[in-house]
């Protein structure tokens, strides 16, 4: 089997989003790869539900064992200082990238006024990069992952205050 170009599944990815294309297929040798957005945007393909915990990390029970050596950091615990704020958690396993690719500036930055729908990320899963809006409108107050990091479902990635 060949090898996959992570920039290439990228640029794929781009071009369905810049032309409203549900589907990609592409051959090269014998490597083949195929893109297909399902009807939120989100990728149809099957995943294994051990991919994902049942619940959010945060809601474990109590006793569970600590996580394996190397696995992602835990969600990060909101501080009083950060009260009034909400958070934007991320909706599957994968990697936080905070722009859309190496070249660009980041989505949003401390201090970054969002409205509801605004990209504020792209989570990674399955080499299939998932764009993250914002569901509330507001002012990013903190970043709460580093670029290229291993987040888990319902983790917090950044805080916005929201707009009274």
Do not use: W
């Not at 996580?67 to 009260?83: I, N, R």
């Not at 722009?99 to 989505?107: G, H, V």
């Not at 605004?118 to 709460?144: D, H, Q, S, W, Y």
């Amino acid at each position: 089997m060949g090898v996959i170009d992570v920039q290439q599944v990228r640029e794929l990815a781009e071009l369905m989003a810049e032309h409203g294309l549900t589907e990609i297929r592409l051959r090269q040798g014998d490597t083949f790869v195929r893109l297909r957005k399902g009807p939120e945007g989100v990728t149809a393909f099957p995943v294994p539900t051990t991919m994902m915990p049942a619940m959010p990390p945060a809601a474990l029970p109590a006793g569970q064992a600590a996580p394996a050596p190397g696995a992602p950091a835990a969600p990060e615990a909101v501080a009083p200082e950060d009260e009034g704020l909400v958070p934007i958690v991320s909706p599957m396993v994968g990697t936080f990238y905070a722009a859309p690719d190496p070249e660009s500036p980041p989505f949003v930055s401390p201090g970054t006024e969002i409205e509801i729908g605004t990209p504020v990320c792209i989570i990674e899963a399955m080499k299939v990069f998932n764009e993250i809006k914002a569901e509330v409108a507001g002012r990013v107050e903190r970043i709460l992952c580093k670029n290229e990091q291993a987040v888990e479902y319902g983790q917090p990635l950044m805080l916005v205050r929201p707009r009274t």
